[in-house]
């Protein structure tokens, strides 16, 4: 079955840093991964999904919402089939589910990684 893997998360102190994994595997809608831009949203506890950042298929422009701009960064290895989401000063609202999807709203997106910001 063709989806997107989310993995990488886990429990760091106010500050730190972690780096999400996010592979592709098949084809989505008949699209390669290498040809659709990937999403990171994240989903906190009693909250709605919420869009975080955005890079296109070929890499070449990327986005960010306000409260992660210059905290985290989006790439991409489209030979490795791989996204990632370099996060660092790391807070607790930042602490969520994260998952990698094709679309801001979150659709065909994997299981998601818990990331959990705590002292």
């Known amino acids: 079955e063709t989806q997107l893997v989310e993995s990488g998360g886990g429990l760091v102190q106010p500050g730190g840093s972690l780096r999400l994994f996010c592979v592709g595997t098949g084809l989505i809608n008949g699209v390669a991964f290498s040809e659709y831009p990937i999403f990171w949203v994240r989903q906190a506890p009693g909250k709605e999904l919420e869009w975080v950042s955005l890079?296109?298929?070929?890499?070449?422009?990327?986005g960010y919402i306000d409260s992660v701009k210059g905290r985290f960064t989006i790439s991409r290895d489209n030979a490795k089939n791989t996204a990632y989401l370099d996060m660092r000063d790391l807070q607790s609202e930042d602490t969520a589910t994260y998952y990698c999807?094709?679309?801001?709203?979150?659709?065909?997106r994997g299981q998601g990684t818990q990331v959990t910001v705590s002292s």
């Open positions: 890079i296109l298929s070929k890499g070449h422009k990327t």
């Open positions: 999807a094709t679309n801001r709203r979150g659709e065909n």
